[in-house]
């Protein structure tokens, strides 16, 4: 199995954080003691600018979950388009070609879902099938990419896509002004990204899914996720995130490897989700990595803040564009969360 294409897609509208952070405390000065404290928990997000599905003044005309959730369908099936046809074109492939198509998000609800509506619109083929995919977060494009693997081993003459498109923005919740939500929306951006997986009988090239690994820390409930009201989401985001990765991802690492024979030196590359500062911070300690080891992830967190389930799919992006290991070198490319879980991908190139 091999990831031989990526392409992502952003909405046209693009912010510096401090013009997001401005426009969130006029709207929340009446709610809050101190607006000053947002301008705190923003500029800790490591974020520099962000695209928005909205232009930044008509989010307070979004008054319901339903309004939010319309906008979120319609943005995903342009945005989620461009991702696959940037992804597929310059493969030579079409539309039509694609024998699967996972689709994953945790930003809005549909049914038909995304990728069904994607059939018509875009003219894949009636016959492919469809891995819609909620509730997995940020680590559902490593996830994805897993079980797109799983997909192309079982027909290895095929094409695999994964979809994933989050609207972060849509989310935000205007009367929440706990430190959470502040944190949520200083921190996330919107986007899609996908990626294509080929089995080994076709003839095309790229890093090789040599193994992958799911894994599940029990009791982690309640670390990060969505508590569902009539309002929308509302996120779930615990300071025990880190700790969480600290005390866990390096030994996972080290065992997922070593069933391959390998140890973490052996590693050239890392290709790692976005999740803030604090979760950078915990893998590059866990990891006891070099600096600049993440620095494609520190960028792509600057440029466009984390996209869910897209972050790690762009990180791949600009690998494959830029960034290829030599032949023969390994890559890990892994993506944490809410269960509280992660998943891990060896590529070698």
Not at 102 to 130: E, H, Q, W, Y
Not at 174 to 179: A, L, N, P, W
Request: proline share 5%.
């Amino acid at each position: 199995m091999r990831i031989i294409g990526a392409g992502s897609a952003f909405p046209g509208n693009r912010y510096e954080q401090q013009e997001i952070t401005a426009a969130l405390k006029e709207a929340w000065q009446s709610q809050m003691d101190n607006p000053e404290v947002l301008d705190r928990l923003h500029s800790r997000c490591g974020v520099e600018r962000r695209h928005l599905v909205l232009p930044l003044e008509a989010y307070d005309r979004v008054t319901t979950w339903g309004q939010a959730n319309d906008l979120w369908i319609e943005a995903a099936q342009t945005l989620g388009r461009d991702a696959i046809c940037r992804a597929i074109t310059p493969l030579g492939l079409a539309p039509r070609d694609i024998d699967a198509l996972f689709f994953t998000s945790v930003t809005g609800v549909a049914s038909p879902s995304i990728d069904a509506r994607l059939v018509n619109r875009m003219g894949l083929s009636p016959n492919i099938k469809r891995i819609p995919m909620f509730g997995l977060g940020c680590v559902a494009g490593a996830a994805g990419l897993a079980r797109a693997a799983d997909y192309v081993r079982a027909f290895p003459d095929q094409i695999a896509v994964l979809l994933a498109v989050e609207l972060c923005s849509l989310t935000w919740q205007r009367d929440d002004i706990s430190v959470a939500n502040m944190i949520s929306t200083g921190l996330f951006g919107d986007g899609a990204a996908a990626a294509v997986v080929a089995g080994r009988d076709t003839d095309f090239a790229g890093p090789e899914i040599l193994a992958t690994k799911s894994v599940f820390y029990p009791g982690s409930e309640d670390v990060m996720g969505w508590n569902i009201s009539e309002t929308g989401f509302h996120i779930v985001l615990s300071p025990d995130v880190p700790k969480v990765i600290r005390e866990n991802l390096g030994g996972d690492i080290d065992g997922f490897l070593a069933g391959s024979g390998l140890r973490r030196s052996d590693v050239t590359s890392w290709i790692i989700h976005t999740g803030g500062p604090k979760v950078l911070e915990a893998v590059e300690d866990s990891l006891d990595l070099p600096p600049d080891a993440l620095k494609l992830s520190w960028e792509c967190l600057r440029q466009m803040g984390n996209l869910s389930s897209a972050s790690v799919l762009v990180v791949l992006q600009e690998v494959l564009a830029h960034h290829r290991g030599k032949p023969g070198t390994y890559s890990i490319l892994a993506a944490m969360g809410p269960g509280f879980c992660s998943e891990l991908l060896l590529l070698r190139w």
